[in-house]
């Protein structure tokens, strides 16, 4: 599909009445890093739902970075234990820096916010 998209895919899971599937793409954006976008729908019991997410990342000679942002519907299914956190939302932002005398420095924030479970908030830095 030309040189700007590296991969495309359709993810799939299915068990027992419950599926979801949706199609995955990696758009590489040339030195300025790469993006991933992904969307789902899903069927359980007659209930369905979906659910998007889009990332970036960019790796240079000093610097990096990289974000994430996702958002499930209420009635969005997966095979993952029912009885663990229910993703509402969650985002993520890191930044780094690497300098060949001194090391690397990189900080990020992430906020996760649960339908069912618990809502978090995390930072990081670390050289």
Request: charged fraction near 15%.
């Amino acid at each position: 599909m030309g040189r700007w998209l590296s991969r495309d895919s359709i993810a799939t899971e299915a068990k027992n009445g419950l599926f979801n599937a949706g199609p995955t793409a990696t758009i590489v954006l040339g030195s300025a890093g790469l993006l991933n976008v992904a969307g789902a729908v899903s069927g359980n019991g007659g209930q369905t739902g979906g659910a998007g997410l889009v990332s970036y990342s960019y790796l240079g000679e000093h610097w990096n970075a990289g974000m994430l942002a996702r958002k499930d519907s209420q009635n969005y299914a997966a095979l993952v234990d029912p009885t663990l956190d229910r993703r509402n939302c969650e985002a993520a932002a890191t930044l780094g820096y690497t300098a060949p005398v001194f090391g690397s420095l990189s900080g990020g924030l992430a906020t996760y916010k649960a339908y069912q479970g618990q809502d978090r908030k995390s930072a990081s830095l670390s050289y």
